[in-house]
Nanobody, 130 residues
Framework: QLQLVESGGGMVQPGGSLTLSCVTTEFTADFDLYVIGWFRQVPGKEREGVACIASRGGSSTYADSVKGRFNVSRDNAKNMVYLQLNNVDPEDTAVYYC?????????????????????WGQGTQVFVSS
């Protein structure tokens, strides 16, 4: 029912920055009640949770591999979530997905697991040159 779409992917050189966006296809009045996660996946490998943000612009959690380099934020009035990728390296090359879960108990790193989420976007490709 809740549909998400990512955008902002593309080519970036190592050390560069890129901002990804995630938005609902229809306005969702209670969007602020959803926990939002960002995941990435390389073909043939399991999806990796990289960041998540609590409902109503609460706290955020990051995987060790991206902590200090990526930043997640949200604009609930616009039904948008952002993932800023800074100081990227070739290991960051992947398809990036946003996901949403109806508000519940937010326990930080537990929401870096994909089973926590109910809705997924189709992903946007990020290429970091080697």
């Amino acid at each position: 029912q809740l549909q998400l779409v990512e955008s902002g992917g593309g080519m970036v050189q190592p050390g560069g920055s890129l901002t990804l966006s995630c938005v609902t296809t229809e306005f969702t009045a209670d969007f602020d009640l959803y926990v939002i996660g960002w995941f990435r996946q390389v073909p043939g490998k399991e999806r990796e949770g990289v960041a998540c943000i609590a409902s109503r612009g609460g706290s955020s959690t990051y995987a060790d591999s991206v902590k200090g380099r990526f930043n997640v934020s949200r604009d609930n009035a616009k039904n948008m979530v952002y993932l800023q990728l800074n100081n990227v390296d070739p290991e960051d090359t992947a398809v990036y997905y946003c996901a949403a879960r109806a508000s519940g108990y937010y326990s930080g790193s537990d929401f870096l697991f994909d089973y926590q989420y109910d809705y997924w976007g189709q992903g946007t490709q990020v290429f970091v040159s080697s």
